[in-house]
């Protein structure tokens, strides 16, 4: 422990004289960035095209543009460069003599769409994507255009998919969902339709995030376009060719209809846009209930039957994009999410009466603004409100439980509501200086939650097997020599069919208790079903990427969180992480990238 120790301050002693040392670095090696946006030739961005900068010399840098078609090359010596841009369905781009220097940092290219498009496999391309970057790990996936396409139309499926894709995650919670930088527990997947790229895994040991990058699922959602263009779908899927049920008496009705689309189009010529997404699923799935009752002669009789559970959900998310100028663009998002399921609770041996309904809906505000402070530092600042409210409510009778026979009576509730209210505030910058990539920025959250939950207040009776009186044929106790009632073991449906049967008889409760009736436990809850928590928490941090060589890249990152209701405040989180590619030389791209890392993570 003592020589990780002196090797962690070693590291961020360095960290902390290059970032220092960065000023008199960049003048000394006279460096400097060039920038621009990528368009159409409609003005529409171009994103994740790559922009190359090759110098006299034959030394190149290749960047991709960002959702805003912004992209940004650093580290340019003053000289004359070929700028190519290429992206798919799009003519390449090239400029052949252009003069970088203090009077000429900002280049802006126009791609024009080809008509047809040759495609070609290489396969020693396979390894053209290796790099030293931090982002660039080999457990990364980003799916965009027409690797969307795959993924399923229906939200749920989408859901579970993504989850599959990104694999374990490493912590309690799951995999972890963001959208468009934002993830809550409560965070719903937008519609395909909507979706720009999906980012999976990606820069696991990144003092950015509070929870190892495993298991992490970044969404991102499709900007406005310069013309007015749409589209729309609608699946539908019903029960004629399935098979009934072997548990059920009747083939269930089952019916599944997706349908929605997107609308996009300028609302001000390069300087703003819309996008509008809207989607419905209306689902008819079905339960089976599989159980043995009492007819109303008291006859022990088996219940099957197939009931529907009706399930509905609708989203709707309208997207503004506003570019103020050059440097400066502003994206404001609402999404409306809400969701209803009927007869929640039946299946298995739970009847139909003990049906439940259940409500679902979610409003949360995006806002998020990003500047270019200059040729070589970002700012980003996001911030989200997302207001959340849950409702079941059921039948306020008893819930009869007869163990291994049927569930009845009422849910085990009477109505439970749950509001949440969500506050997420960010700001992030990143600046370069020679040869350090550095990132700093803060979180804080704020979350206020309401529930009152009625859980059990009618009570629960419980019948279970065990030993009664022997009955005869007129279900009257066979009395022993002794003068004692003859015991027999009785199952927990004969217990409930002598509680009713003699109850009929006007019987006292002891009398039937004597008789083998009664119920076996009853059970309630009472007290004040409110509850009220309030929570905020804080995360900052700050992260070096350092170019050591050009074949080995040093991740040094340093991360504090802290949060309101727990006392301890020493949460430091410090991460290290090294890229090495073995015999590449220069710019050349290497064949092989050995990775590896170490941190400290906090999971709620």
Known sequence: MGTLAKLLRRCLTATLLAACLGPSLSARQSDAALSGRVLDQHGAVVVDATVTATSAGGAAKTVNTNERGEYLIPDLAPGRYVVRATAPGFAAFEQPDFEFGPAQRRLDITLRVTLTEQEQIDISSSAAGLSTDAENNASALTLRGSELDMLPDD????????????????????????????????????????????????????????????????????????????????????????????????????????????????????????????????????????????????????????????????????????????????????????????????????????????????????????????????????????????????????????????????????????????????????????????????????????????????????????????????????????????????????????TLLFQRLGLSPTEIRRRGGGASQFSINGGVPDLTVTLWDLGTFIQDDWRIRPNFTLSLGLRYEAQTNIGVRANFAPRVAFAWAPGATGNATPKMVVRGGFGVFYDR
């Open 155 to 498: 939200p749920e499926e989408l859901t579970a998919v993504l989850r599959a894709m990104a694999g374990p995650a490493a912590g309690p919670g799951g995999a972890q969902i963001s959208v468009d930088g934002f993830s809550d527990a409560n965070q719903a997947v937008p519609s395909r339709g909507s979706i720009r790229e999906v980012r999976i895994n990606q820069n696991p040991f990144s003092a950015e995030n509070d929870r190892l990058g495993f298991g992490v699922i970044q969404i991102f959602t499709r900007p406005g376009t310069d013309k007015l263009r749409g589209q729309g779908f609608f699946n539908f899927t019903d029960e004629s060719l399935n098979s009934r049920n072997p548990f059920a008496a009747n083939r269930a009705d089952y019916q599944n209809r997706l349908f929605g689309g997107n609308l996009s189009g300028p609302i001000s010529a390069r300087r703003a846009s819309f996008f509008v997404s809207f989607e419905r699923r209306e689902l008819d799935e079905n339960a089976v209930v599989n159980a043995v009752i009492l007819d109303p002669a008291l006859n022990v009789t088996p219940f099957r039957q197939a009931l529907l559970t009706p399930q509905k959900r609708t989203s709707f998310s309208p997207r503004l994009d506003y570019q103020v100028n050059q440097n400066h663009t502003i994206v404001a998002r609402y999404s409306f999410f809400h969701g209803s399921s009927l007869n929640e609770g039946v299946g298995f041996f739970s009847l139909p009466e003990r049906a439940s309904d259940a409500r679902n809906t979610i409003h949360t505000f995006q806002f998020s603004e990003t500047a270019v402070l200059g040729p070589r530092v970002v700012n980003e600042f996001r911030t989200q409100f997302s207001a959340e409210h849950q409702e079941e409510t059921g039948n306020n009778i008893p819930t009869i439980d007869v163990l291994g026979a049927f569930t009845g009576g009422g849910p085990s509730f009477i109505s439970a509501d749950t509001f949440a209210k969500r506050l997420w505030l960010q700001d992030n910058v990143t600046w370069i200086r020679g040869n350090h990539t550095l990132r700093a920025g803060g979180r804080a959250r704020y979350t206020n939650f309401r529930d009152t939950t009625r859980s059990n207040f009618a009570g629960t009776y419980t019948f279970a097997g065990g030993f009664a009186p022997l009955l005869d044929a007129a279900d009257q106790p066979v009395v022993g020599d002794g003068g004692e009632f003859v015991l027999v073991p009785v199952s927990s449906i004969e217990r409930y069919r002598r």
